[in-house]
């Protein structure tokens, strides 16, 4: 079996919430950044461990906040020895905004995995953009590079709808099958 990690920043609980999400459907390390952009001697070591490795961060201003890019400049020890070339990668970005400009965050996420040698995993799941389509169907926001979320900005995370929570749970499962398929 395969060895995923979910690495994240959440400010406010919704991030941490989707990577729980995630981490469980993929059967998967939870690795959490700190307020001060940190992870630990042991996460850092989760990460170098693991086959695949999905990144998770809400989008503040446009793109990924201060800690998760922090996280991401640390990461340049590791880039300069190639010690994650060809591990898989995925990622998810959360805002409260239905759009938020979470694509710039997945971008970047994925820039990052690329930047390390990393193999990206898409979404691949078709959109819900019929007239009928509601915020409880999967994929309601139209990703393909990764998982969107939103999260309504006045309520914890039992408010984001349960289309984006079921896109993040079969993010997750695709990622670890992807993995265990190059892995195996």
Do not use: C
């Not at 729980?20 to 989760?46: F, H, M, P, R, Y």
């Not at 898409?122 to 309601?140: I, K, Y």
């Not at 990703?143 to 939103?150: D, F, K, R, T």
């Not at 309520?155 to 695709?174: K, N, Q």
């Amino acid at each position: 079996m395969s060895k995923i990690a979910v690495v994240y920043f959440s400010g406010y609980g919704h991030t941490q919430y989707i990577a729980e999400q995630v981490a469980e459907s993929a059967k998967a390390s939870l690795v959490s950044i700190d307020n001060n952009g940190d992870i630990t001697d042991a996460d850092w070591q989760t990460l170098n461990d693991a086959d695949g490795i999905i990144f998770g961060a809400p989008t503040y201003m446009g793109s990924v906040p201060w800690q998760f890019k922090k996280f991401a400049d640390a990461t340049s020890k590791i880039w300069f020895t190639r010690g994650w070339q060809d591990k898989v990668f995925g990622g998810f970005a959360n805002s409260a905004s239905l759009n938020g400009d979470k694509q710039v965050t997945l971008i970047y996420l994925q820039t990052l995995a690329s930047q390390h040698g990393g193999i990206w995993v898409s979404l691949g799941l078709p959109p819900s953009n019929t007239q009928a389509a509601t915020r409880n169907d999967v994929n309601n926001l139209g990703g393909s590079v990764g998982a969107l979320i939103q999260s309504p900005s006045d309520a914890g995370a039992d408010a984001i709808p349960a289309g984006d929570v079921e896109t993040a749970r079969l993010y997750g499962a695709r990622v670890a099958e992807v993995t265990a398929r190059l892995r195996g």
